[in-house]
C-alpha cells in the first residue's frame, strides 16, 4: 500500500484554499504560502517533489516545512524506503483566524499572565515550559512599574492552572530509544504522547524574575557580545524539561466557545438562573465528556444542587423546577434521562448545536431577505415540507409575493425543492413540488460562503493598506522623527513644526484607512464566529 | 477579413484588412498588454489583471489617476435592498480587534516569516559590502529542535566554511599588491610568502573554530569583517596582525 502512496484529491473547496492561502501569506510570508498551498491541494508529497512542482529551490522548501512543522500545520509520515511525506492541515491553518479569540478568552479566565502564555504558544507554535515562563515573566515585566519584576513562579502557577484544566497541552515527543537498535537513525522520528503524559506538568523548579530590556544594558552588551558568539552561554545552561513542548490546545477552547454559545442561547431564551444551571451542568461534563459527543454524562439533580456556584441560594425544589422547565423547552437543550438521585439530566449537545446553526441560519435570511421572508423560512422549518400554496395560505402572504421570495431563497440554496410525481411520467402538471430546508446543506452552503467574505474582507483590507502604503510610510516616518525628538528633548515648536509634515486632507485620508481598516477587521472577527458555529454542527 | 473585394468595386488590392480608425494615440505608445479593443465580455480574471496594469501604468505615470469616485454601500451595480446590522462594539469588541491587528505585525517580525530573497542588483554597489541582509539564505533565523525533525530538513550551513577560505586566499594578496605599489620585488615576495605562511594558519585556526561553532550561523558579522578594512565592530581576531606590514601606515590599525 505504501508503494502505491495513493495521492487522494484534496477535499478542500476553492473558497478555503484561497483563505488559507490569504492567511499563510500574511502571516508567514509568501514562501510559506506557496508551499502551504501547494500541499493543501496536492495532498502529501515528498521533499524534492514538492520543490520541483513548486518551482522553489530545496532550501527555501526546507526553511518554509520547517516553519509550517513548527506551527502544527504540515505533518509528516516516513513511508517505505525511508521517504519522508509533508501533509498539510487545511483546517488548522484556517483556525489561525481564531487566535485572537483563543486569546482574549484566556485573558478573561487566566488574566493577563494566561493570555501572554497562550499568545506565546500560538506565536511560536510550540515551546518548553521554560522558555514561555521566561518569555512571559519578561513580558509582563516591561509593562510593570519602574523597579518591579514578575516572579517565575507566578507564571508557573499560572501555567500549571492551564495544563489542568487542559487548554494547553504537550506536543507528541521524541520516544526514548533503549538504544538496543542497531541500524542507522531513522529519516525522521516518529513522535508519540501517552494519553496520561498530556496534561503533565514536569516537575520543574524555575526560579527567577522577569528582566526588563534597558537600553543601557545592551550599549554595555553590544562589545562584548560581539566578541562570542551569542548562544554558548544559552547551551551552557542545562534546560531542565528539554525536549517537553507544549502547545495550545484548541479543542478545549472550541468546546468552552461552544459552552459559551449555549449558555448564553438559554439565557437569551429563558432567564439568569437557568443559565446558570446549565453553565453549572456543561461545567460537571468539561473533563468527562469528549468534544463530539451527542449528550453529556446524565447528571443527578442532586450533584447539580452541591455544584451550584457559591453565590446562588435556590432551594432543590427551585431547582428541580428549573429542570424540569428545561428539559420540557421545545428546543430541547436538556433532556431528562432517569428519575434516580432526583432526576438524571443531560445536555443534549447536538441538539443544541443543531438549534445554532439553525437560529444562523433565519438570522440571515431575516438580515438578507427582510422579515416576512425569515417567516416564510421558518415556517416551512418548521412543518419540514410544504407546497407554494400552503406556504401562502400558513405565512398570510399574497401569492406572487411569496412566490418571488420562496424563489429567491431557492436561488440562493437555503431552501431546496423536493418531487413527488403522482404519475409515473412525471408530468410536472401531475407532480407535487414540496419546498424543505435541509439544514445540513443549507448550513454548508452558508459556511462556504462564509469563506469566501473573509476572503474577501482579508483582500479589501490588503488593497486598501496598499492604496496608501506612501502615505502609511510617510506617517510613520513622521512618527519615528517624533518620537526620537522626543526622547532627546525637543521644544513644542520643533514637535509642531514636524508634525505639520502631514497635511490636513492627508490626515483625514488617514483616519478614513484607519476606520475602514478597523472595520473589516473587525467584520473578520465576526464572520469567523458565525464559522464556528456552522463547523461544530457537523 | 477576406482578402476579396467584391464584385464590381474598384476598392484596391490595400484594403484587405480593416483599419479601426484610432482615437489619437499610436497602439505603439502603450505597453503590449493594454487592450484597447474590447470584442467581447471581459472575464473576471481579464477585469482583475487590467485593474492591476492600471495600477501600474498609473504608478508610472503613463495615465493620470483619477479621482475613484467613493463607492459607499449600496452604491454599486446592484443597490442594496436592506443595510447590514452594525458591527459589535463595546470594550471586548476593541480589544480583540487591537488585539488582531497587534498579532498581525508580531507575526511580521518574528523569525518565521520568511522574506523572498532580495534580488541581486545588476551592479554591485560598495554599500552592498556593509549591509546586513540577514540570514545567510540557506540559513534560518531561529533554532529548531532538530531531534523532532526529519533530518532531510536540516540545511547544512558547511558549504560557507569552505567558500570563506576560498574567498581568504585571493583576497590577501591583491591586497598587499595594493599597499606595496610600486617598492621592492624581494619585500613583495617576501610578504606573499608572509600573506601565504599567515593566512594559512589562519584557515586552520577557522576551521577549528567552525567545527566548534557549526551550530552557530551568524557568519554575517565575520565575512563582513574579513573583507573590509574597516572593522565592524572592535572584534579584533588577530587576523590583520600578519596581514598589513607595519612599513605601511596608509590605513590605521585598531
Given at each position: 500500500m505504501d508503494e502505491i502512496a495513493l495521492r487522494l484529491p484534496s477535499t478542500m473547496t476553492q473558497a478555503e484554499i484561497k483563505l488559507c492561502s490569504l492567511l499563510l501569506q500574511e502571516h508567514?510570508?509568501?514562501?510559506?504560502?506557496?508551499?502551504?498551498?501547494?500541499?493543501?491541494?496536492?495532498?502529501?508529497?515528498?521533499?524534492?517533489?514538492?520543490?520541483?512542482?513548486?518551482?522553489?529551490?530545496?532550501?527555501?522548501?526546507?526553511?518554509?516545512?520547517?516553519?509550517?512543522?513548527?506551527?502544527?500545520?504540515?505533518?509528516?509520515?516516513?513511508?517505505?524506503?525511508?521517504?519522508?511525506?509533508?501533509?498539510?492541515?487545511?483546517?488548522?491553518?484556517?483556525?489561525?483566524?481564531?487566535?485572537?479569540?483563543?486569546?482574549?478568552?484566556?485573558?478573561?479566565?487566566?488574566?493577563?499572565?494566561?493570555?501572554?502564555?497562550?499568545?506565546?504558544?500560538l506565536l511560536n507554535g510550540k515551546l518548553t515550559m521554560s522558555a514561555v515562563v521566561k518569555k512571559v515573566a519578561d513580558r509582563l515585566t516591561e509593562t510593570m512599574e519602574d523597579g518591579k519584576t514578575m516572579d517565575y513562579a507566578e507564571v508557573s502557577n499560572t501555567f500549571v492552572?492551564?495544563?489542568?484544566?487542559?487548554?494547553?497541552?504537550?506536543?507528541?515527543?521524541?520516544?526514548?530509544?533503549?538504544?538496543?537498535?542497531?541500524?542507522?537513525?531513522?529519516?525522521?522520528?516518529?513522535?508519540?504522547?501517552?494519553?496520561?503524559?498530556?496534561?503533565l506538568v514536569p516537575k520543574l523548579s524555575l526560579i527567577?524574575?522577569?528582566?526588563?530590556?534597558?537600553?543601557?544594558?545592551?550599549?554595555?552588551?553590544g562589545e562584548p557580545?560581539?566578541?562570542?558568539?551569542?548562544?554558548?552561554?544559552?547551551?551552557?545552561?542545562?534546560?531542565?524539561?528539554?525536549?517537553?513542548?507544549?502547545?495550545?490546545?484548541?479543542?478545549?477552547?472550541?468546546?468552552?466557545?461552544?459552552?459559551?454559545?449555549?449558555v448564553s442561547a438559554v439565557a437569551n431564551r429563558m432567564d439568569q438562573t437557568s443559565s446558570e444551571i446549565v453553565r453549572t451542568m456543561l461545567r460537571m461534563s468539561e473533563i468527562t465528556t469528549s468534544s463530539s459527543a451527542p449528550f453529556t454524562q446524565p447528571l443527578s439533580s442532586n450533584e447539580i444542587f452541591r455544584s451550584l456556584p457559591v453565590g446562588y441560594n435556590i432551594s432543590k425544589q427551585v431547582l428541580d423546577q428549573y429542570l424540569t422547565l428545561l428539559a420540557d423547552d421545545p428546543l430541547e437543550f436538556v433532556g431528562k434521562s432517569g428519575d434516580s438521585g432526583g432526576g438524571m439530566y443531560v445536555i443534549n449537545l447536538h441538539k443544541a448545536l443543531a438549534s445554532l446553526a439553525t437560529a444562523t441560519l433565519e438570522s440571515v435570511v431575516q438580515e438578507r431577505f427582510g422579515s416576512r421572508c425569515a417567516r416564510i423560512f421558518r415556517l416551512v422549518l418548521q412543518k419540514k415540507h410544504l407546497e407554494?400554496?400552503?406556504?401562502?395560505?400558513?405565512?398570510?402572504?399574497?401569492?406572487?409575493?411569496?412566490?418571488?421570495m420562496l424563489y429567491k431563497m431557492l436561488s440562493e440554496n437555503f431552501m431546496s425543492l423536493q418531487e413527488i410525481p403522482k404519475t409515473p411520467d412525471h408530468a410536472p402538471s401531475r407532480t407535487f413540488y414540496l419546498y424543505t430546508v435541509n439544514i445540513l446543506s443549507a448550513a454548508r452552503m452558508l459556511l462556504h460562503r462564509c469563506y469566501k467574505s473573509i476572503a474577501n474582507l482579508i483582500e479589501r483590507r490588503q488593497f486598501e493598506t496598499k492604496e496608501n502604503k506612501r502615505l502609511l510610510e510617510k506617517s510613520q516616518r513622521v512618527e519615528a522623527i517624533i518620537a526620537s525628538m522626543q526622547a532627546t528633548g525637543a521644544e513644542e515648536a520643533q514637535l509642531q513644526e514636524i508634525e505639520e509634515m502631514i497635511t490636513a486632507p492627508e490626515r483625514q485620508q488617514l483616519e478614513t484607512l484607519k476606520r475602514n481598516v478597523n472595520k473589516l477587521d473587525a467584520s473578520e472577527i465576526q464572520v469567523d464566529e458565525t464559522i464556528f458555529l456552522l463547523e461544530s454542527y457537523h | 477579413m477576406s482578402a476579396e473585394?467584391?464584385?464590381?468595386?474598384?476598392?484596391?488590392?490595400?484594403?484587405?484588412?480593416?483599419?479601426?480608425?484610432?482615437?489619437?494615440?499610436?497602439?505603439?505608445?502603450?505597453?503590449?498588454?493594454?487592450?484597447?479593443?474590447?470584442?467581447?465580455?471581459?472575464?473576471?480574471?481579464?477585469?482583475?489583471?487590467?485593474?492591476?496594469?492600471?495600477?501600474?501604468?498609473?504608478?508610472?505615470?503613463?495615465?493620470?489617476?483619477?479621482?475613484?469616485?467613493?463607492?459607499?454601500?449600496?452604491?454599486?451595480?446592484?443597490?442594496?435592498?436592506?443595510?447590514?446590522?452594525?458591527?459589535?462594539s463595546g470594550e471586548e469588541g476593541e480589544y480583540v480587534l487591537a488585539?488582531?491587528?497587534?498579532?498581525?505585525?508580531?507575526?511580521?517580525?518574528?523569525?518565521?516569516?520568511?522574506?523572498?530573497?532580495?534580488?541581486?542588483?545588476?551592479?554591485?554597489?560598495?554599500?552592498?559590502?556593509?549591509?546586513?541582509?540577514?540570514?545567510?539564505?540557506?540559513a534560518i533565523d531561529w533554532n529548531p529542535d532538530w531531534r523532532r525533525l526529519p533530518r532531510e530538513l536540516k540545511i547544512r550551513v558547511r558549504k560557507l566554511q569552505k567558500e570563506r577560505i576560498t574567498i581568504l586566499l585571493p583576497k590577501r594578496p591583491p591586497k598587499t599588491t595594493e599597499d606595496k605599489e610600486e617598492t621592492i620585488q624581494?619585500?613583495?615576495?617576501?610578504?606573499?610568502?608572509?600573506?601565504?605562511?599567515?593566512?594559512?594558519?589562519?584557515?586552520?585556526?577557522?576551521?577549528?573554530?567552525?567545527?566548534?561553532?557549526?551550530?552557530?550561523?551568524?557568519?554575517?558579522?565575520?565575512?563582513?569583517?574579513?573583507?573590509?578594512?574597516?572593522?565592524?565592530?572592535?572584534?579584533?581576531?588577530?587576523?590583520?596582525?600578519?596581514?598589513?606590514?607595519?612599513?605601511n601606515m596608509d590605513e590605521a590599525i585598531y
Open positions: 508567514f510570508g509568501e514562501i510559506v504560502e506557496k508551499i502551504g498551498v501547494h500541499l493543501i491541494r496536492t495532498g502529501s508529497q515528498p521533499l524534492r517533489v514538492i520543490a520541483h512542482d513548486t518551482g522553489t529551490s530545496l532550501d527555501q522548501v526546507k526553511k518554509a516545512l520547517c516553519v509550517l512543522i513548527q506551527h502544527n500545520l504540515v505533518s509528516y509520515q516516513v513511508h517505505k524506503r525511508g521517504v519522508v511525506e509533508y501533509e498539510a492541515q487545511c483546517s488548522r491553518v484556517l483556525r489561525m483566524l481564531r487566535y485572537p479569540r483563543y486569546i482574549y478568552t484566556t485573558k478573561t479566565l487566566y488574566s493577563d499572565t494566561g493570555e501572554l502564555i497562550v499568545e506565546e504558544l492552572r492551564l495544563a489542568d484544566t487542559h487548554f494547553v497541552q504537550r506536543c507528541p515527543s521524541v520516544p526514548t530509544t533503549e538504544n538496543s537498535d542497531p541500524g542507522p537513525p531513522p529519516p525522521a522520528p516518529t513522535l508519540v504522547i501517552n494519553e496520561k503524559d498530556m496534561y527567577g524574575k522577569g528582566k526588563r530590556r534597558r537600553s543601557s544594558d545592551e550599549d554595555a552588551a557580545k560581539a566578541k562570542r558568539p551569542k548562544h554558548t552561554t544559552d547551551n551552557k545552561e542545562p534546560i531542565p524539561d528539554d525536549g517537553i513542548y507544549w502547545q495550545a490546545n484548541l479543542d478545549r477552547f472550541h468546546q468552552h466557545f461552544r459552552d459559551q454559545a449555549i407554494q400554496k400552503q406556504v401562502e395560505d400558513f405565512a398570510m402572504i399574497p401569492a406572487k409575493e411569496a412566490k418571488d | 473585394s467584391p464584385p464590381g468595386q474598384d476598392w484596391g488590392r490595400g484594403h484587405g484588412a480593416a483599419e479601426v480608425a484610432e482615437p489619437g494615440f499610436k497602439r505603439a505608445d502603450f505597453p503590449p498588454q493594454l487592450l484597447l479593443h474590447w470584442p467581447r465580455k471581459l472575464t473576471n480574471r481579464e477585469l482583475r489583471e487590467a485593474g492591476l496594469e492600471r495600477h501600474r501604468l498609473e504608478e508610472a505615470q503613463y495615465i493620470s489617476s483619477w479621482p475613484r469616485r467613493g463607492l459607499r454601500v449600496g452604491e454599486g451595480q446592484q443597490p442594496l435592498e436592506f443595510r447590514p446590522v452594525p458591527l459589535p488585539l488582531k491587528q497587534e498579532l498581525r505585525g508580531a507575526m511580521r517580525q518574528l523569525p518565521y516569516f520568511i522574506r523572498p530573497a532580495v534580488p541581486k542588483r545588476d551592479v554591485e554597489r560598495y554599500s552592498d559590502k556593509y549591509q546586513m541582509s540577514g540570514p545567510i539564505d540557506n624581494k619585500l613583495e615576495t617576501l610578504e606573499k610568502k608572509e600573506e601565504e605562511v599567515t593566512s594559512e594558519e589562519d584557515e586552520e585556526k577557522e576551521e577549528e573554530e567552525e567545527k566548534e561553532e557549526e551550530e552557530e550561523e551568524e557568519y554575517d558579522e565575520e565575512e563582513h569583517e574579513e573583507e573590509t578594512d574597516y572593522i565592524m565592530s572592535y572584534f579584533d581576531n588577530g587576523e590583520d596582525f600578519g596581514g598589513d606590514s607595519d612599513d
